[in-house]
């Protein structure tokens, strides 16, 4: 009897413990299998690797016309903001009321002009940067993106992490270190090697200035709308291009060697950029910029597996281990929500301590039964040692 209480009290620690350790990673409530792999969970993976596709497909075409001879950084990023200007800025422009192009210009011109700002340095730094570095270095530094969007979405949109989500991003970074390590081995370092800390700092740079992007595309997404801000983006951006594809690119473009090969390569550049910031500002309303760009470490994947067809790249197995990983890591971040600086005490805190009460309670009602079972074996057991007492004492008289 003994024996089958303690092995009991064993069990319930070993359970009791791994409950605690469970509320640590993922907070309070019960995480159940069927609450963890929803239809929600689905479609936001399916969404990422959507937008993943169209980077792919940014990457594919820029690598044509590199090929070809063409390396028009901002004209292609012009031709992006233009598209954007002639539909969400036209629908703005159209709208009645508070929400009119022309009440958002007055108060908020320099807010969605800095934002555009960021976002077309963002864009032109990092290409840029691979006239300096390698395709290794901006690999794995362009990975500075995330811990840089967690830290601004920590103080400016109070999301608040739970220990499972750091976990994911690291197993999000392994799986990059297993693309990087694949690409070594294949013999894809390719870039320059020439000032590369100028490269490295570029690539620094722009990782930086997209997590700002982000971070202003998900408070603007969730706070105010979609169109709105694409519809300011486009705006800006295509005057802020405009001018710096002037400056830098004029005498770029007029010896470009034009033919349907070419219009056809910015056509498919340009719907795969204008595709991916429509469909963008959806997958992080759904979620948050975080997660988006975990599931974007997917793209350099996507873009190896084409160039294995398209541009006879070798293969490796790592690159199978490398999107398992990744795709491990991103499904690790998703299943737990982030939760907000202002949730009250009672919503959060006390959920928590009802769940640690619960424990507790349910130890007392082991402990209680545990006592009372031994309670009664010691009063069955005297009461059994004086029934033999009086026997014997009674046999005597």
Partial sequence: MDGEVGENSFEHGRLGALSHWRRFLCGPGNLKFKDVFTWQLC??????????????????????????????????????????LLTYTLVLAFRRGENNIVQILKTKWWKYFLMALTDVEANYTVVKAYQFTTLTSIQLLDCFVIPVLMVLSWIFLKTRYRPLHFIAVAVCLLGVGAMVGADLLAGRDQGSSN???????????????????????????????????????????????????????????????????????????????????????????????????????????????CG??????????????????????????????????????????RAYHLASSADVQQDADIVGDWLQKEGQENEDSIGSSHRAHCNGFCSQI
């Fill in 43 to 84: 479609k936001t993976i399916a969404m990422g690797q959507a937008l993943s596709m169209l980077i792919c497909g940014t990457a594919v075409t820029c690598q044509y016309l590199v090929d070809a001879g063409v390396e028009t950084p901002m004209m292609q990023s012009f031709l992006n903001y233009t598209l954007l």
């Fill in 195 to 305: 000032h590369v800390l100028l490269g490295d700092g570029l690539v620094l740079v722009s990782a930086a200035l997209y997590a700002v992007s982000n971070v202003c595309q998900e408070y603007t997404v969730k706070n105010l709308s979609r169109v709105e801000f694409l519809g300011m983006m486009g705006l800006f951006g295509t005057l802020i291009s405009g001018v710096q594809m002037a400056i830098l690119e004029s005498r770029t473009i007029p010896v470009i060697s034009w033919n349907w090969t070419i219009c056809l390569l910015f056509v498919a550049y340009t719907l795969c950029m204008y595709g991916l910031y429509s469909f963008m500002p959806v997958v992080v309303n759904l979620t948050s910029a975080t997660a988006v760009n975990l599931s974007l470490l997917t793209a350099d994947l996507f873009s190896l597996f």
């Fill in 308 to 349: 294995m067809f398209l541009f006879h790249y070798n293969f490796s197995a790592l690159y199978i281990v490398s999107f398992v990983v990744i795709t491990l890591g991103f499904i690790m971040f998703n299943i737990v929500p982030t939760y907000p600086a202002d949730q009250s005490y009672s919503t959060n805190d």
